[in-house]
């Protein structure tokens, strides 16, 4: 206690002699001589260096700024919905004005919502997309082309979300308890990033809050960070806040005045937290906008015992509602500045529809190579860059990486940058008490294969065996077909599938001995690394082929077989892979033909290479499907027209092919991940 009185005494004496010195506030500190700053004690002088150091932290002092016609440009926002249409020319979707007369319905899942299909009646068909306009552009705009800064797509997903915070307000509304439910239940939602959270979900929202009862909520508050843009519902203005105390201080003079509202807290790019105080005590409701990164809303979340929202990735169709609005956006803006013959329209119609489709097949193009992200699948230049960032991001990959990517295929966050977002979509599943958790999956069959193909690379084959059998169990999509060749690396799974294998003979050889298949005589030689095989159109120079390497095309219509290797023997073995779930699988001429055709474009010397080469296909199955019923022919188009060259293929078919089955069932996949590494 004397000590601390001491010091008191000490510093107050110091403080004395540097205002004789005339150093009077903590700037005179800053510029004080090193002679003046060494007349004090050494205590003194972290006292003032640390004021000095926390003065100098940046503190808003700019001037509120009115967003003049915002409020009116967001609340009045046009509505335009798109639509279906079978049959249809381009892309098959149809842009109409106004809201549409049918919309999503949805049904309670645990805290939150689903979409229910089975309440619509017979007609009843809700949009594809629904788009609402803001002349002067949202608080957040994404940067797209076609004026999409000012144009929002509400899909699904973007409804379902604002449908969740209206039931949550509704249910406060009616039954609050000051005591018990002080403000209504907190939000956080999460979602892929690059899909366009912040501009769809956060903007409609805004926009829902608007037209909400200004009875019952009087402000709607968007943020970004440190920005605030405060709506009054009241006044019918916008304005906008810069700093997080600032903001802090505005909402909470709102609250004083007895004003209800709603915080719309959208993360920033580079990762702005929200503070666990933002939100006024009471009456004020929350959503938080994040990417699936705890250090972004954990202290919030934890906080404010906020119920998760997890925002699935927009589907196909979505994207191709997208691009049917923004032609008709264009086509629109076209005829305003000029009137054209009758005759010419419908002649430019015709051509719009085919640059429409045209349009839609590269967009589509990049979704498969990146990902349903709409902020790359509509910007060639971004699109590229993305695309460079994530092979790089997957080629630097070392062993020590391959430990953070188990969260694939489970519910666990992505953590820090051991696993690249870039790589990863969330997928909304439900747990046991039937929250939404985000499940994180692979984000595009492209980035899916390169993925794949540098963790077999790295890892253990046994580990990554038992890796992709996790992922295959519970992905949504249908991993199996996708991925599950890569389990073909693994000796413990190659071992337990040999006894398994039953083989398809023709019918004249089933009395025949048994053919003792490629992996049975010469199990050494399986594979024991991968190589994606890119789409003709994107492969640049032949290759050698190699043996002991797993051939997997990226081409979703690559013809005969969905992966293959090469057995070092005489003659040598082709050993195709072929998942499938049909109760047949036969082929025609033309199929082996463009087999060959495609094998001679990527591999050097394909000719001598193949040369008295023998054919073993094996053909893998899910456990639910149809078992595959004998031999799988090579049949001719029409037998009565036989040519010289089908008649070849028939005859190399049925002489130096041959087929196995394999079913893969529950309970192998449970042995082989019970087997000791």
Not at 14 to 37: H, M, P, Q, T
Not at 200 to 208: C, D, I
Not at 403 to 430: A, D, F, P, W
Not at 575 to 585: D, F, P, R
């Amino acid at each position: 206690m004397e000590g601390a009185v001491r010091e008191e005494m000490d510093m107050e004496k110091d403080l004395r002699k540097l205002y004789k010195n005339g150093v009077s506030n903590l700037f005179g500190w800053l510029v004080a001589s090193a002679e003046i700053r060494a007349s004090v004690l050494d205590i003194t002088k972290s006292f003032l260096d640390a004021a000095l150091e926390e003065a100098r932290k940046p503190t808003t002092t700019i001037a509120p700024i009115k967003m003049e016609g915002l409020y009116e440009s967001v609340y009045n926002a046009r509505w335009h919905h798109v639509v279906e249409v079978s049959g249809g020319e381009g892309t098959g979707m149809e842009v109409k004005e106004g809201k549409p007369e049918q919309s999503w319905k949805y049904k309670k899942a645990g805290y939150t919502l689903e979409e229910d299909d089975g309440v619509r009646k017979s007609g009843e068909v809700p949009p594809r997309l629904m788009v609402l306009t803001s002349d002067d552009g949202w608080p957040y705009t994404m940067n797209g082309p076609h004026r999409a800064g000012n144009d929002l797509f509400v899909n699904c997903e973007v409804e379902r979300v604002w449908q969740i915070v209206k039931r949550g307000l509704t249910k406060w509304f009616s039954n609050f308890d000051l005591i018990l439910n002080p403000s209504p239940v907190p939000h956080l939602l999460v979602g892929t990033p690059g899909i366009g959270k912040s501009m769809n979900a956060g903007s409609y929202l805004l926009y829902q809050l608007l037209h909400y009862d200004v009875e019952k909520l009087q402000v709607v508050v968007h943020c970004f960070g440190s920005t605030a843009y405060v709506f009054d519902k009241t006044s019918r203005t916008v304005t906008k806040y810069m700093g997080n105390k600032t903001s802090k201080s505005v909402l909470g003079g709102l609250w004083q005045r007895g004003m209800k509202g709603y915080i719309i807290y959208d993360v920033a790019k580079k990762g702005t937290p929200p503070d666990p105080d933002i939100a006024p005590p009471t009456k004020w409701g929350m959503i938080v906008v994040s990417s699936p990164n705890l250090s972004n809303y954990d202290k919030w979340a934890n906080q404010s015992e906020s119920v998760q929202i997890v925002m699935n990735c927009p589907e196909k169709d979505d994207i191709k509602a997208m691009c049917a609005w923004m032609k008709q956006n264009r086509q629109l803006a076209e005829e305003e500045e000029k009137e054209e013959e009758e005759e010419e329209e419908e002649e430019e119609a015709g051509e719009d529809e085919e640059e429409e489709a045209d349009y839609w097949k590269k967009v589509k193009g990049r979704m498969d190579k990146v990902g349903p992200l709409l902020r790359y699948v509509f910007d060639q230049r971004k699109y590229k860059s993305r695309l460079v960032s994530c092979r790089s991001t997957i080629n630097k990959m070392v062993l020590s990486d391959t430990q953070y990517y188990s969260v694939l295929g489970t519910e666990k966050m992505c953590e820090g940058n051991h696993v690249s977002h870039k790589l990863v979509k969330v997928v909304r599943v439900r747990g046991e008490d039937k929250s939404e958790l985000p499940y994180n999956a692979l984000i595009s069959s492209h980035l899916a294969e390169l993925t794949l193909c540098k963790l077999a690379e790295l890892m253990v084959p046994n580990d990554f065996n038992l890796f992709v059998l996790a992922i295959k169990d519970d992905l949504l999509s249908k991993a199996l077909e996708d991925h599950s060749l890569f389990v073909f690396l693994s000796a413990a799974f190659v071992n337990a599938i040999i006894p398994k294998l039953k083989e398809l003979k023709l019918e004249e050889d089933k009395d025949d001995s048994p053919h003792l298949c490629a992996l049975r005589v010469r199990p050494h030689e399986r594979p024991f690394k991968p190589r994606l095989l890119e789409c003709l159109k994107d492969f640049k120079g032949k290759i050698n082929a190699e043996c002991r390497v797993l051939y997997k095309p990226e081409a979703k219509n690559f013809p005969l077989v969905d992966g293959f290797f090469f057995v070092e023997s005489k003659p040598k073995i082709m050993v195709g892979l072929q998942m499938t779930t049909a109760s047949e699988h036969h082929t025609i001429p033309s199929t082996v033909n463009l087999f060959k055709e495609n094998m001679a474009k990527y591999f050097n010397g394909w000719e001598k290479f193949s040369r008295d080469m023998l054919w073993e296909i094996i053909y893998i199955q899910h456990a639910d499907s149809t078992p595959l019923d004998g031999w799988q022919g090579c049949d001719y188009v029409n037998p009565r027209n036989k040519t010289d060259a089908e008649n070849e293929i028939v005859a190399f078919w049925n002489g130096k092919v041959h087929q196995y089955q394999f079913v893969l069932t529950t309970e192998f996949v449970s042995k082989i991940r019970e087997m000791k590494m």
